[in-house]
């Protein structure tokens, strides 16, 4: 009874959807459990890209059953839209293949126009949200006054819910912060369309996971985000309001405490993110336009939800090896290593110096502030020309390619199993 889960070691956007995609061919069940439409993974299968923000990746695999768990904040709107574009793909969906938990918490268009607003009034301290209303839908899960996927079971008295949530929004947007308010009457009629498509799905989670298990049957669970964006053990208080390291699976998905087979973490070649917050390895000029590209390729650093420039810097082994602690990571996935095909020298940040003190690992959980004081140590090692892109086996990588891999194990202790050397989909290589 298998359950391996799949997390981001980084700041989000570390390729997930690459090690989602491999691992999906051997499980039966791909489950979310945490985060909402602020997530964007790519899936590059032949020529068709798919850019999902809601569905598990996994759901691309004809035979894998797609769940959407309790952990998660889910726009119904975002969803029916992937569920056609999935379907225009050729991709089935049906409530076989894709269960929605009654317990997930919906955002409504109220919790956007709040996100944006309560971002934008923070000035220069703003934390650069995606603007998806992730944030206002978690707390209003957490002050009891949230709607639930299982409300919309009960059209009536979830109409009833749904205008008191949308009169409370209105009254924050005009009295606090001085906004429009919102159309209640077209959101309430929306809503009841999306209420109507979305019913057949819905499904108590918990029982059909722990079922799945006892039957043998493997669950993926696809993290969403990073471990350095966590509510708790993130750059707090630069981080998104949902539990996104591999503790976040149990309660995300209604299942039981288990064992667990496999803990990938998904880590970059090099370091990104969007939003604001420390980045203690992050590079200006040349070298980050070169990690960083142009944005005329879909696998540059862009944003794949709000199209941003990603900030770009050298690989963080403090964090990482601070990912590994409070995931229990066991395994890495190593993706864009070809990124850094054409560097003279590449640096690896290997420890901070702080207030005249070295430190190789973090005495803190991720505070922002503290973080902000690091300067990182950094150890030089040789780049590579090669292009990386033909190569199909790890013989195939120049040594200093080989080398660079092997000082990321030695410094995680951690094996790094796969290798991606290139956005298409079987462009991976691995160690074993
Ligand atoms: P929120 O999740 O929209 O509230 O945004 C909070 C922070 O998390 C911002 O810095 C976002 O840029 C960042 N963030 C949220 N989702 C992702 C993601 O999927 N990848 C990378 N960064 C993300």
């Given at each position: 009874m298998p359950l391996d889960i799949v997390i981001?070691?980084?700041?989000?956007?570390?390729?997930?959807g690459r090690a989602v995609d491999l691992l999906s061919k051997s499980s039966q069940i791909v489950a979310r459990y945490n985060g909402g439409d602020n997530a964007g993974h790519t899936v590059t299968v032949g020529p068709k890209i798919y850019k999902l923000h809601l569905i598990p990746t996994g759901l691309i695999h004809p035979d894998v059953i797609g769940v959407i768990g309790c952990g998660m904040v889910l726009n119904p709107q975002t969803l029916v839209e992937e569920m056609d574009m999935l379907r225009r793909g050729g991709i089935k969906i049906n409530p076989e293949r894709l269960w929605i938990s009654d317990a997930v918490q919906l955002i409504t268009p109220g919790h956007r126009l709040l996100d944006r607003a309560q971002d934008a009034a923070l000035g220069n301290g703003k934390l650069g949200t995606t603007g998806r209303g992730i944030g206002p839908a978690y707390t209003d899960r957490a002050s009891r006054r949230g709607l639930r996927a299982g409300d919309i079971l009960d059209l009536e008295f979830f109409a009833g819910r749904l205008r008191a949530h949308l009169e409370q929004v209105n009254l924050t947007l005009t009295e606090s912060l001085k906004q429009p308010g919102i159309d209640i009457e077209y959101v309430l009629k929306e809503y009841m369309d999306y209420a109507v498509q979305l019913r057949p799905y819905i499904r108590r989670i918990g029982p059909l996971l722990q079922e799945a298990l006892k039957d043998g049957r493997t669950i993926l669970a696809e993290g969403a985000q990073g471990t350095l964006l966590d509510l708790d053990q993130g750059t707090y208080p630069y981080v998104t309001s949902s539990c996104t390291t591999a503790a976040g699976v149990f309660s995300g998905l209604g299942l039981g405490v288990q064992p667990v087979r496999a803990v990938v973490g998904v880590v970059k070649a090099f370091q990104t993110r969007v939003g604001a917050g420390p980045f203690p390895t992050e590079l200006q000029g040349d070298l980050a336009v070169f990690l960083r590209g142009t944005g005329a390729n879909p696998w540059d650093e862009f944003g794949t939800t709000t199209g941003r420039p990603r900030r770009v810097g050298w690989l963080d082994l403090v964090l990482l090896n601070y990912a590994r602690e409070v995931n229990g990571l066991n395994e890495l996935f190593l993706t864009k290593l070809d990124v850094l095909s054409g560097m003279k020298e590449v640096l690896v940040c290997v420890a901070y110096q702080r207030n005249g003190d070295t430190l190789t690992s973090l005495d803190f959980s991720g505070d922002a502030r503290m973080l902000d004081g690091c300067m990182p140590v950094y150890k030089t090692l040789p780049g590579w020309q090669e292009e990386l892109r033909g190569c199909t086996r790890w013989q195939d990588l120049p040594a200093a390619a080989q080398n660079y891999v092997k000082f990321i194990e030695e410094h995680t202790g951690l094996p790094v199993k796969t290798v991606s050397v290139g956005p298409e989909r079987d462009a991976l290589l691995y160690r074993d």
């Open positions: 981001g070691a980084q700041w989000g956007d570390e390729g997930k």
